[in-house]
C-alpha cells in the first residue's frame, strides 16, 4: 500500500477498495460498493471527492463490510478522528475523542484475527486429532496444501494464543470445540473465513471424486420470517453432525458448510 497522509487514509482505503473489485469484475460499480457497505450512493461518492466527512456511524457501515485488519480498522477511524478534529473540537463526535486516547491494537489481537479469519488455523487444530499425525511443519503443509512458512506461523500463533498446547515433544489441541459466541453478528475476519471455505468448497467440486464429498442444493420460495428459526435447525443440524462424523476414528480433516442465502432481490 502507497504512503499517504493519515488525515487521508480512511479515504485512500475506500478508494483503494473501489479499484481492486473493479479490477476483479469491470462492471463493478460506486454503486455496487455503496450497497456492499449500506450507505447511499450519492454519501459514498462525496466521502471519495472529499465532499463529506463519515460520521462515526457511517464509519461502522464501512468497517463492517470490508476485509481490514484490526490495526487498518483502528488507522480507518483515526485517520477520520483527525479530520474532525482539523475541523474544529466542537465539531469532533465523542466517539472519536475517545479513539484518541486508545492504544495500538497488540500484536495478540492481530494473530487471533488472523487465526479466526484464516481456514488453515482450525484445520491445523482439527489435523492434530488425526490418527497418524506428525508433529512437523513439512508434513503439515502438505496435508493441507499450503506453504511450509505458512504452517509454521499458524502453528506458533496457535501457541502463543493458548489453542495448541506442547506436551511429549508433540502439538495438540485443547479439549472443546471453537465457535463464534454470537451467531447474529459478523465482522471482517469471519466473513473471509467463510469466503476462504466456499474457495475449498468450490475447488473440492472440481477436484475431488463423488464419493469423497457432497455438494447440495435447494431453491426455494420462502417466508423470510422463518429464516431465525431455519438458522437455528441449521446449527443444531451442525452439531448432530459433528457428533457423528467424530465419533468413529479420526482419519481426515474435513470442512462441512451449510448455506441458506437470498438468490432474489427482495424487499428491504
Not at 9 to 28: D, F, H, M, S
Not at 83 to 96: D, Y
Request: charged fraction near 30%; proline fraction near 4%.
Amino acid at each position: 500500500m502507497a504512503h499517504m497522509k493519515a488525515e487521508s487514509y480512511y479515504k485512500t482505503i475506500l478508494e483503494e477498495e473501489l479499484a481492486k473489485r473493479v479490477e476483479r469484475n469491470p462492471r463493478y460499480s460506486l454503486r455496487a460498493l455503496a450497497k456492499a457497505l449500506s450507505l447511499e450512493p450519492g454519501a459514498l461518492s462525496q466521502v471519495l471527492s472529499g465532499k463529506r466527512v463519515p460520521s462515526y456511524k457511517m464509519a461502522q457501515k464501512i468497517l463492517a463490510g470490508l476485509d481490514l485488519a484490526p490495526d487498518q480498522e483502528e488507522k480507518f477511524l483515526g485517520s477520520l478522528a483527525k479530520t474532525h478534529q482539523s475541523r474544529g473540537l466542537e465539531r469532533v463526535s465523542p466517539a472519536f475523542k475517545n479513539i484518541k486516547a486508545r492504544t495500538t491494537p497488540k500484536d495478540l489481537s492481530l494473530d487471533l484475527f488472523r487465526v479466526i479469519g484464516d481456514w488453515q488455523h482450525y484445520a491445523i487444530l482439527m489435523l492434530t486429532y488425526i490418527e497418524d499425525f506428525e508433529n512437523n511443519p513439512k508434513w503439515i503443509a502438505s496435508q493441507l496444501s499450503i506453504s511450509e512458512v505458512e504452517a509454521k506461523l499458524a502453528i506458533r500463533r496457535l501457541l502463543d494464543l493458548e489453542l495448541l498446547k506442547e506436551e511429549n515433544g508433540t502439538i495438540m489441541c485443547w479439549d472443546g470445540h471453537f465457535t463464534t459466541a454470537d451467531k447474529t453478528v459478523t465482522n471482517s475476519a469471519l466473513k473471509r473465513h467463510q469466503k476462504q471455505v466456499l474457495e475449498k468448497s468450490q475447488f473440492s467440486l472440481e477436484n475431488d471424486p463423488i464419493e469423497k464429498r457432497s455438494h447440495t442444493s435447494m431453491t426455494m420460495a420462502i417466508d423470510p420470517k422463518k429464516i431465525p428459526e431455519a438458522k437455528k435447525l441449521i446449527e443444531e443440524f451442525t452439531n448432530k453432525m459433528s457428533s457423528l462424523l467424530e465419533s468413529g476414528k479420526r482419519l481426515q480433516v474435513y470442512e462441512f458448510n451449510v448455506g441458506l442465502f437470498p438468490v432474489q432481490k427482495g424487499k428491504e
